[in-house]
Each structure stands twice: as C-alpha cells, then as structure tokens.
C-alpha cells in the first residue's frame, strides 16, 4: 500500500465449441490424468509494497502462519515513494529513499517477528537470492518454533527516470528497462535493471524456487471507479480504477508468471492454488471486519509503523513512520478494516451423485479438477483442464444428474499494448468419468478493458429444467445466459440493477422460482431472470448473502452478529459470509475455524480445518457435508452429523 478484444456475446450452441478470441488460445481440454498433489503447504504471496500484505492479505495471511504454513513474502518494488518518512512532529522530512525503503523493511522484520510471538527487534538472518537472468534479491529470514518467514525484496524503483510510475509503464510499455534501488543496509550494492521478460522469468523463478502450494497476489482487474482527478489524489487511486497503479501492475504480472510457471513446469501444473485480495477496493465498500479480527489485524500494523524513538538499531529508521500508532484505524480510507477477495466464493463446488456421495470441483495449478468422495475424504485430484482459471467455479446439476461447471478464464493477460481478455467458460458432464468439450460463453462485456471487471459465475437449474448463469458485470449490476432444455444458450442480456459487490447467489426459492442476492452498499439487491426486484428496508450486508428457501442471512457490516431479516438475529457469532443449505448454516468463527450451525447447536470438527476464503455445504441423503480447501492445496471434506456439538 502507498497512501499516494473480448468477442461479443455468443449465441451459439453449447455443443460446438466457438473459436477463441483474438489473441488468446482455446481451454486446455479435459485430460482424465490424475492431476499433481502437494506433499507440504507453503504460503506465497507477491504484492507491490511494504504493507500490502499487512493491509490486504490478513486475516487470511496470520491464520495460516498461526496453522504453521511457511510464509514467504515477495515486494517487487522498493516502497522508496518521494523517500519522505513523515513523522507527526516532522510531516515535511528531507527525503531519502534508499533510507525510508530500508525503513519500511525494518517494520515489516518487525511485524513478523511480532507475528511469530518474538521481540519485535529480533535479529533476521539476511542472505541473497540467486534468480534467473543473473538478478539478485535480498532475503530476510527468521524461524520460531517449527515456523519460518522468509521476506524477498526486489527493489525496482517505483519511479522511471522520467517521473512515470515504474511497474505500471513495465507492464504496459514495450522496450522499457527499469532500475532497481538500493536500500541502506542491503548486502546488495549494484543497481539492476528490469525489463518486461525478466520481472516475469524472476517471478516464475521464485514460484519455481519455492513452490507454494497457496500463491496470494493483489487484484489484477479492479473495479471501474469514476471520479475526478482531486479525487483519485486524495483516494490515492488511479484514474478510473479503485487501486493503486502498483498494485495493478504488479498483480498482472503475478498471474502473467503463475500461468506461464503452470504451462511450462515439468511434469505438468504444480499443484497450487491462488488467491487474489481486493486493495482501495475496501475503501468504497462496507467493512467487514468485527472488532477482535479488526483488532488483531490492525495491531499488525503498529510494530510495521513503529515511531521514530523505537530502539532498533537500525539508522536509516525503525518502520514507516506514516504508519504507525493508531493511524490505519483513523486513515479515513479504511482500508484495514476489510479483507475483499476478488474472486469470492466456496473454492470447491459440490455436487451429489447417486449414491448420495458428493463429487468435488475446483481448480489446482489454474486448471479445473475434479474429487470423488471416497470413504468419507476425497479421493486423489482429476485433471479436467480449462485454464487458466480464476480460483472459484460455478455449477449446476442437470435433471439428468449430469453437473455442469462454470469457469472465469483468464484467456489473455499479456500487458505491452496487447488485450487482457476473460472469458466465461463451462464444461459439461456427460458420463461417471466423460466430459464434454469446453465451450466458451464470451463475455457480457464487448469492450475488452469492460471485459476485465466481469465477476466468477454462479449458475442455478430451475424447475424447468433451465440452467440460469449470472455473472457481475462493469456496471457491477448482473448479466445472465440461460440454457434450455435442448442444450443451447441464449445471447447475454443484462439483467441492470446494482451497484453491488461480486459474491452472487443463486437459488430456487419456496415459489420455485429462480432469485439472485447482493450485497450492495447499503442494502441487499435481488433480481428474478426478468429483472430487479427491490427488496425494501433491509439492512445492510458486509459480505455475499446466504439463502435458504425464503430465508436470507448475513453479517452486517463491521460486526460479528448474524442477521436474517424477518426474523431474529442468529446465534452464530463470526466473520465472513455463511453458507446456507437446508436447515443448516456453515461459516467461520472469528478465529477463521469451521463451524456449522443447525437446530441452535455449532459444531465443529475434532481437527478443524484452515479454510480458504469460505467451506463449501451440501445437504443430501447422507446429511450435511462440508467442503474446502486448505493452504496445502489438499481438499477436505466433514461430515457434521458425525460431530460433537459445542458445550
């Protein structure tokens, strides 16, 4: 954080596959081949300053350390900004960029070494890096009772020689070169220079180096916000979008290098999952954060600011000064206090089959898998291809019980003037172990840089037997294709209403029609396939809506409690959205644990599980099942009805 040609809508059948945009390839077909499994987790995350990680990526980041995941940490630039490291009693310092870079590097030792339950002033072991290309990183390193914090500094300059902000013009200018600086104190003393091929081949180094099994980067595709130019100064955001150029840029190279690191491994894709953190995003949206998550996370952040009196034996300053205290929680921005994915959802779609067992979906290495429940755990992953896919999928079950699987495709992101496009994708089971082709849906956006905003697919089968898409679109209201019996999709229409935050659901409600649920800024928003269809006077929710037949629940904002308009608050205290199936609630508490709700009793497992984002619940002929995935990349699977109520 620093405080400064996508085709139009198809209309074919999905039985024939359409030709792939310009510039992009057609979806990986479906292999049938086991996919790869992780045999230890690690965390990885690459974010553009000191502080993005602290700002953006917890709870999430903590919670995995506290499980004992290694963490690695990846700063592509120096954080250097105009090299002022302002202090309350001195908001005008000379500037001195190596200094206030190497100031920011002190207060992030200090935050993790906090982290891991140490002295904030404890010693790191530092060393250098040796990546492709010759290039060189500092690495800071420090282990504490089984856990392990390596923090990797790139440097590049945040600025060119000519003023431009550094990262953003790499992306998007061919031929460009971009120096790196210096830090005080860094055992690295000879500047290196960048250019668009070697921040990708250093970062695919990296992934290849460590190989995460979870990779957190920033928002690649952030929201379109319109404002003017005093305003985007004082958001410190760029013009048009609701982030930091930085944090863009540095994004799309992430995922430039996760999928080329995933086309090009030996042996096939790793087996890895992504995440992606919304950044100034938070600052336009409600908070969601109760105040013991909020606290934690902004403690985080005072021995990363620290003050300029600390005693850390580091000259050039001891943090960033413009951060310390209790400034993050007065920051009129907000931003510490929300934690947005930008793909939200359950990472594991889940289907029943016959047998009342449940089939799994999701993606590893940027490719859909499939999981069959085997013994009460999931069996090992199933290759169906598809990618380069974002992390959540969307499905539907035909009334034949065949599954359909919906994907937001990265098709190109590529930067140097050529398109980034996504598409909408899905694939179509057609026997126990036979899948169709995949089949592209476009996108309900013709303009390519419009085409980037879409967000994840959520799917429905009504009654009739027609399967229903949504998806959020630019305006951030929805737009929907819908397949009838016969297998052909309808063009995409735009379905209007909004503004509303990606994290739609979809269901059949006690009328047996199809309904659709946001959270917006103040209030839920609701459609049926004809439209909007406002709801009056509810509340306003912090995260996606869960429905049960006629029943809606969420959090507020800012808050632990769960609502349910219409009715009494339920007893179900935590953080983050709730899942709904039948007559049961599945959510975290607000230590991030597995919990699952019914008849006024939690459960939970005897070995919780860490989940990412949010568990999946399926209720069927066996009961409530719950589902995710855990920074391992691993699946697992609950059965509640097997566990111990809560005393």
Request: with cysteine; proline share 10%.
């Amino acid at each position: 954080m620093i405080g400064a040609a996508v085709a139009g809508a198809l209309t074919g059948c999905s039985r024939v596959t359409p030709a792939p945009p310009p510039h992009t390839t057609a979806p990986a077909p479906a292999s049938g081949r086991p996919a790869a499994q992780a045999e230890r987790a690690l965390l990885l995350q690459v974010v553009a300053h000191p502080d993005d990680d602290l700002y953006f990526m917890n709870p999430d980041t903590r919670q995995a350390l506290d499980a004992g995941t290694p963490l690695v940490c990846v700063y592509v630039t120096a954080g250097e900004a105009d090299g002022r490291n302002k202090t309350p009693s001195d908001r005008a310092p000379a500037p001195n960029k190596a200094a206030y870079s190497a100031a920011r590097h002190q207060g992030l030792r200090q935050s993790y070494a906090a982290q891991l339950g140490l002295p904030v002033f404890t010693a790191w072991q530092t060393g250098v890096l040796r990546l492709p290309g010759g290039f060189h990183a500092e690495v800071d390193t420090l282990e504490h009772r089984g856990r392990r914090v390596e923090l990797v500094y790139l440097n590049l300059a945040m600025h060119t020689p000519a003023g431009h902000m550094g990262v953003p013009a790499l992306w998007r200018d061919r031929g460009l070169l971009l120096r790196t600086l210096v830090p005080d104190g860094s055992p690295l003393r000879a500047v290196q220079t960048y250019d668009y091929e070697s921040l990708v081949a250093v970062l695919v180094g990296l992934f290849e180096r460590y190989r995460p099994t979870l990779v957190q980067t920033l928002d690649p595709d952030p929201d379109i916000q319109l404002s003017d130019r005093i305003t985007q100064i004082r958001d410190s955001e760029q013009p048009g979008y609701s982030d930091h150029a930085d944090h863009t840029a540095v994004a799309c190279f992430s995922w430039a290098a996760l999928i080329r690191w995933a086309q090009e491994a030996k042996g096939g894709p790793p087996a890895f999952v992504a995440t992606a953190f919304r950044g100034y995003y938070n600052h336009h949206w409600p908070k969601n954060l109760p105040p013991q998550v909020l606290a934690r996370k902004a403690a985080q952040l005072v021995p990363y600011g620290a003050a300029p009196d600390w005693a850390c034996r580091n000259p050039s300053g001891c943090g960033d000064y413009n951060v310390g205290g209790d400034r993050p929680l007065t920051n009129r921005k907000g931003w510490v206090r929300a934690t947005h994915h930008r793909y939200p959802g359950p990472r594991l779609a889940l289907a029943e089959n016959a047998d009342g067992r449940v089939t799994a979906y999701g993606v590893l290495g940027l490719r859909a898998v499939r999981y069959e429940e085997e013994d009460g755990t999931f069996g090992a992953p199933v290759d169906l291809g598809g990618g380069p896919l974002a992390p959540v999928l969307g499905s539907a079950v035909l009334p034949d019980g065949r599954h359909l699987v919906f994907g937001l495709r990265l098709a190109a992101i590529e930067g140097r003037g050529a398109p980034d496009v996504r598409e909408i994708v899905v694939l179509e089971r057609r026997g126990p172990h036979t899948y169709g082709s995949w089949t592209g849906l476009g996108n309900p956006e013709s303009d390519t840089d419009r085409g980037r905003r879409i967000g994840v697919p959520v799917a429905v089968t009504a009654p009739d037997g027609r399967v229903h898409l949504f998806v959020r679109n630019a305006d951030q209201g929805i737009s929907t294709r819908v397949r009838d019996t016969a297998g052909t999709w309808s063009p995409w229409r735009d379905l209007g209403g909004g503004p509303v935050q990606d994290g739609l659901t979809a269901v059949v409600g006690d009328d047996r029609q199809v309904h659709v649920y946001a959270p917006g800024h103040d209030t839920v928003h609701h459609w049926t396939p004809d439209g909007p269809d406002p709801l009056v006077g509810l509340p306003t929710p912090a995260d996606a809506i869960a429905a049960a037949g006629s029943r809606l629940y969420y959090r507020p904002p800012a808050s632990d409690r769960l609502l349910s308009p219409g009715g009494p608050d339920v007893d179900f205290p935590g953080y983050g959205p709730v899942t709904a199936a039948g007559p049961y609630l599945l959510g975290r508490d607000v230590t991030g644990r597995v919990q699952l709700l019914h008849d006024g009793r939690i459960t939970r497992p005897a070995t919780a599980p860490l989940a990412l984002e949010g568990p999946a619940l399926h209720a069927g002929r066996l009961g409530p099942t719950a589902a995710g995935v855990s920074p391992d990349a691993r699946p697992w699977l609950w059965r509640p009805s097997q566990a111990k109520a809560k005393a």
